[in-house]
């Protein structure tokens, strides 16, 4: 029973469940094969463990054990030893002798410590790891319709904060891992896929630029969380790590697998706006203005829809022993929930391994390549009308949509005529031999490019019928990236009874290239062509643009680690970089880190601890950096102008400005002077291990503090020839402390029914000390009458994306808005404004639950976060009295107060700030596992499971909008924006039928 399912995890080799493994080489072994073993592999409870691997030591002769636990092989006679292995167990080699039947106990393996985890530039054991780590395998990801790695991790690791811009298919992701330490929107942390580090620049679109990779090819996830993790990539990790390793063969074990599914989302929740009957109702209490159409229409029905998503995965892997293979081709096509919208992908990746000279020179290839196709709606504009669009304006007549709903253009004719339509083009190859050239002693080479291009295009068709329409309009953009790694380490090893030792040695260099033009025109003929098809039609002029920027960084590196008796550990790291984003004065920046660990468990002290089985201390400090800043911005930029003072007659004839010659003038001024922003990070750990490891943990406490803050400001002396500039902010600091938990609990594995529970939570207190600024603004209003109001930002002793805002009193007898004298001076002004909460959570937590019981299994995965306030943007823009006086719908918050004036402006205030804090039930799957031997096919096929997932099932939250997971992706002055729903695109809720065979 418990084994069912490790069949499907674990990969046997090609063959049947009770037979011998086919080989292109069958004739001719068939030559050599005289041994005839047999027996069975258990349990220490006696129970048969289905799946397990018996290999011929020394050849590519094995196979697998059926359901009863038991196996037959055929063997060469000059085989000594058979190695049997199996997921979660301890492998054994069994001398065969004389005999030719064995009974095979395996035992169970302590995982924890002989999990290997991925670090910067290599792998240790998780006993020998010194730096806070989390690693999750692909047996953990999240379920589902998944577009990109971000969501494989949702809730799923303590202090890394997950949330999507919005319910769009492929939506970029704000991706924080122990708080915000920077206050531009370079934020993201850093990816590094099979070694090769991503480029977080634009791609065109503003989608997630991590689709490209298929999470079907995940083999695990690492993130480095702490500065000695993460320290080894220096300048680019103070946001963290992600390291992802794709799926890789096993020599001997050759495997195919087919899975497809289909999945259905609807909008998951629909915003209380008025009825039609209740709209009539409402505008007719207050002495409204009614445009009565006669209808009734639920434009949230009728502007969202019931998206498909169909999914198509194929792999193979396998290999002999000195080579392995693992091959993938994925099909995919989502569709959003408003229409015009869907994300297609096409991907395909080969990854080779190959060694030699006794597996001394060792070769890794990996090779992928993708295409996404995107068609994207006018989000913010669709949320807008199915809000306030008047419900009883018809949504079509005979058929076809009305041209205007009220004044206002039907979004079901805009639909028709807006396009905007991306294809990026992607593939990122790596090629990483080595040789050991003496023993201990390794070289590696590490080349590899990432190349992708994007052609889009936002046009409105020609629509004479109405006004503003009638010309049609084509914006074209063309973007190219290249990212270019090489990289060259020297790794030295010395494994001995006591102690060991392993140094590495490395230098790298990345270039990267990106570059785009596009134009704008409009006036094109209305003939049935798209815009996009009939550039040359165009009768307006075209404006052109265009840009290039190349940046490169040179990095040497080095690492120490040394583990004296299993006891005691170092690592120390040293990382510089010079990056060319940054002035002659300060090219270079240095970034090392130290850590300790102490197994605690392997002391004499602890050998007759019955109930603890693990117990290590971690403590760590180290320095990293971040350099995602603008290109360019330390050196001097020009351009021409004629206007102001600009220029001056240089002939006395002049008469008009027009005869005055160009002058140049600043744009940006030299800074030679600017420098790294730097994060310093200490940490203390403890991994922990309970009652035969049946409970599991870690605990972690963080002090992490950013400087040298970078931010493009004006300049206190107003007589400047720039109105900003580029400087690192003296003193000011960006403090993130917090404590992070992680536990696991998992039942008796010899019982029939198995469960374990999980859960993490992690809480961060952020605050920015130090800052010369009253308040820099993160989000400001859009519209609304009050373009350009804060609404939060950035003040002294303060979190990050503090709402600094009025408090709403209520209405007065005048029937105007009221707020309280904050500071009693008797006035109500820009100074009565307060910190009234943050954006960003001081708690994020989720918990899992898995069953297993005969075929059958279920999970449930729930996530949420507390302490979070959220702006709404959308009530402020819309839901007033004042619109719906004027036949626009609205909610009831608009005739809360009966006595409110239809005057009445809507200001930034605690009015419309609300509570962030939800749980969601983001996925639930429940599998079976088809028994194959009742159906008579185990001889050909190694595993069947049919599954259902749902996502986004449950939601617990007081807010009122679409969701509560806000992250619009936008910013102001290139200061990131945090819980602000700007007409967010809304969230859906899927469920998926699946089924996954392999043969």
């Known amino acids: 029973m418990i084994c069912m399912m490790s069949l499907f995890v674990h990969v046997p080799l090609l063959g049947n469940v009770s ?68 997921i979660g167990y301890e492998a054994q080699d069994i001398e065969i002798l004389s ?134 990539y220096g300048a680019r990790a103070a946001n963290g790590v992600i390291v992802i390793t794709t799926k890789k063969g096993i020599g001997g074990q050759s495997q195919m697998n087919f899975s497809a599914s289909t999945a259905i989302t609807s909008l998951s929740k629909k915003i209380d706006v008025f009825s039609a009957s209740e709209f009539r109702s409402q505008i007719n209490a207050i002495n409204g203005i009614l445009n009565d159409g006669g209808a009734d229409t639920d434009w949230q029905d009728e502007l969202t829809r019931t998206a498909s998503s169909q999914r198509v995965d194929f792999s193979m892997s396998g290999g002999a022993n000195s080579s392995s293979y693992f091959a993938s081709f994925s099909g995919e096509n989502q569709e959003g929930i408003l229409r015009n919208n869907n994300l297609k992908r096409y991907s395909g990746r080969l990854n080779l391994t190959q060694s030699a000279m006794n597996d001394r020179l060792k070769a890794e290839f990996n090779f992928s390549a993708s295409r996404v196709e995107n068609n994207r709606a006018n989000a913010s504009s669709v949320v807008r009308d199915m809000l306030q669009l008047n419900p009883t304006f018809p949504s079509q007549q005979n058929g076809e949509p009305t041209d205007l709903v009220g004044d206002n253009i039907n979004p079901l004719v805009r639909e028709r005529i807006y396009g905007d339509i991306s294809f990026n083009n992607r593939f990122l190859a790596n090629l990483a031999p080595s040789i050991e050239i003496i023993k201990g002693l390794t070289y590696k080479l590490n080349l590899g490019i990432d190349y992708s291009t994007t052609d889009r295009d936002v046009q409105l068709i020609p629509y004479p019928r109405i006004a503003d329409f009638e010309l049609g309009s084509l914006s074209s953009s063309f973007t190219s990236n290249s990212n270019t790694q090489t990289e060259n380490t020297l790794t030295y090893k010395i494994d001995k009874d006591q102690y060991t030792l392993s140094v590495l040695a490395g230098h790298s260099y990345q270039e990267t290239k990106v570059s785009g033009k596009g134009f704008f025109t409009s006036g094109f003929p209305t003939n049935g062509v798209e815009p996009r098809y009939q550039v040359g039609a165009a009768s307006e002029p075209t404006e052109q643009s265009a840009f290039a920027t190349i940046n490169e960084l040179q990095s040497f590196f080095g690492r120490v680690n040394y583990s004296y008796n299993n006891k005691y550990m170092l690592t120390a790291t040293m990382r510089a970089d010079g990056s060319s984003k940054f002035g002659s004065n300060n090219k270079y920046g240095y970034f090392p880190s130290v850590a300790l660990g102490w197994n605690i468990m392997n002391e004499d002290f602890m050998a007759d601890s019955k109930n603890i089985d693990n117990l290590k201390l971690r403590v760590s400090w180290g320095k990293t950096g971040n350099q995602e800043i603008p290109s360019k911005i330390t050196q001097a930029s020009f351009t021409e102008s004629n206007s102001d003072n600009d220029t001056y007659p240089l002939t006395p004839n002049a008469t008009t400005l027009s005869d005055y010659p160009y002058g140049s003038i600043f744009t940006r001024l030299a800074n030679p002077d600017i420098q790294w922003e730097v994060s310093t990070q200490a940490n203390i750990g403890l991994d922990f291990a309970l009652f035969d490891y049946g409970l599991t943990g870690t605990i972690d406490f963080f002090n992490k503090v950013s400087e040298n803050i970078l931010l493009e400001v004006a300049p206190v002396d107003p007589i400047q020839p720039t109105d900003r500039f580029w400087t690192n902010i003296p003193n000011m600091e960006i403090k993130n402390t917090g404590i992070e938990l992680g536990l696991t609990y998992n039942s008796n594995p010899a019982k029939n029914f198995l469960y374990s529970i999980g859960g993490n939570l992690s809480y961060t207190k952020n605050k920015v000390v130090n800052s010369p600024y009253s308040i820099l603004t993160t989000g400001s209003v859009i519209g609304a009458g009050q373009t350009g109001a804060t609404i939060n930002g950035v003040l002294n002793g303060e979190p990050i994306g503090t709402f600094f805002v009025q408090e709403f009193t209520g209405i007065g007898a005048d029937g105007l808005n009221q707020f309280a004298d904050v500071n009693n001076d008797g006035e109500i002004l820009d100074n009565d404004r307060f910190a009234a909460g943050s954006a960003l959570p ?98 050909s096929i190694q595993n069947i499971r049919i599954s259902i997932t749902g996502q986004n099932l449950l939601l617990f939250t007081d807010y009122s909008g679409f969701d509560p997971e806000i992250n619009t992706g936008s910013s102001v002055g290139d200061i990131q924006t945090f819980g602000i729903d700007y007409f967010s695109y809304p969230r859906g809720s899927t469920f998926l039928f699946g089924i996954d065979v392999t043969f």
Not at 109 to 127: A, F, H, P, W
Not at 864 to 878: C, E, P, T
């Open 842 to 939: 001081t708690m994020i937590y989720a918990l899992n639950f898995n069953f297993e019981y005969s075929n059958f299994d279920l999970g449930l995965n729930f996530n949420g976060v507390s302490g979070n306030k959220i702006f709404n943007h959308v009530a402020l823009s819309i839901f007033n009295k004042g619109n719906l006086s004027n036949s626009l719908n609205t909610t009831a918050r608009a005739v809360e107060f009966p006595n409110e004036d239809f005057s009445n402006s809507n200001r930034v205030s605690t009015r419309y700030l609300e509570n962030g804090s939800f749980l969601r039930l983001n996925n639930a799957s429940l599998g079976y596992n088809v028994d194959l031997e009742k159906m008579g096919i185990g001889e």
């Open 99 to 232: 005999s030719t039947v064995f009974n095979i106990v395996l035992q169970a393996s302590s995982s924890i410590l002989d999990e290997v985890v991925v670090v910067g530039y290599g792998s240790q054991k998780r006993s020998d790891v010194t730096g806070s780590i989390a690693s999750l395998k692909k047996e953990n990801f999240n379920k589902g319709v998944v577009s990109n790695p971000g969501q494989l991790l949702q809730g799923k690791v303590a202090g890394v904060n997950i949330t999507a811009s919005s319910g769009e298919p492929g939506a970029n992701q704000d991706i924080i891992i122990r708080g915000v330490g920077s206050l531009r929107s370079g934020t993201t942390p850093l990816f590094v896929v099979d070694g090769f580090a991503l480029d977080n620049s634009v791609n065109g679109v503003p989608t997630n630029p991590l689709n490209f990779i298929n999470p079907q090819d995940i083999a695990s996830i690492d993130v480095l969380k702490d500065a000695s993790a993460a320290a080894i």
């Open 19 to 86: 037979g011998e493994v086919s080989h292109p080489l069958s004739k001719a072994v068939d030559e050599v094969l005289d041994k005839q073993i047999s027996g069975t592999v258990t349990d220490q409870a006696g129970l048969p463990l289905i799946g397990a691997t018996i290999l011929a030591k020394g050849t590519a002769v094995g196979t697998i054990t059926d359901i009863n636990g038991s196996f037959d092989l055929t063997v060469p006679d000059d085989v000594t030893t058979l190695t049997v292995s199996y």
